[in-house]
């Protein structure tokens, strides 16, 4: 029960750090850093595949409604959910993973994370950035847009976790 206060506290804090302060940056047009997706990364390892998928859809739901993106977020949260075990298992420790693991640099490692947050974020922006362009003429634009934003989410998401959330 802990756990799920936990995980409530820290999806309202990545949700609210979006949309009242990180939304309002001006950082040009390649730099869009969505901080809110460390949420999703940070469920426990072992959570039931169909509820973070629920999470994850739900979760960029809210962010549509308030960036006006009609589904996108909700569309690349939900594929990025899909992803997760996938990465995971791709990621895996020698030995696996412990039954009550997190995902979070003090559990799993530096290196670790910089992998597994690093694909889904890009998986997120990749799917977010091509829906909301919905083109391939602007293919090389999208890409360089999908990865400069995708660093620095991944940069924003570690420095936010090792300052806010070192207790695994």
Sequence with gaps: MVEVGKNILRFSF??????????????????????F????????????????LIIAFATGLIIDM???TMGMNAAACTFM?????????????????????TATVNSMGIRWMI?????????????????E???????????????LSGVSTLILFLITQSLLFRNP
């Design 14 to 35: 990545f949700i609210l750090l979006q949309v009242t302060i990180i939304r309002h940056l001006d950082l040009g047009s390649y730099f869009n850093p969505f901080l």
């Design 37 to 52: 997706v460390g949420a999703i990364l940070m469920l426990p390892i072992r959570i039931n595949k169909t509820l973070v």
């Design 66 to 68: 308030f960036y006006n």
């Design 81 to 101: 959910a899909f992803c997760r075990p996938r990465v995971l298992k791709v990621f895996a420790p020698a030995g696996d993973y412990n039954g009550d693991a």
């Design 115 to 131: 992998s597994y947050a690093g694909a889904l974020i890009f998986i997120h922006h990749l799917v977010l950035f091509y829906l």
């Design 133 to 147: 362009t919905f083109s391939l003429h602007d293919f090389f634009t999208t890409l360089l847009k999908v990865i």
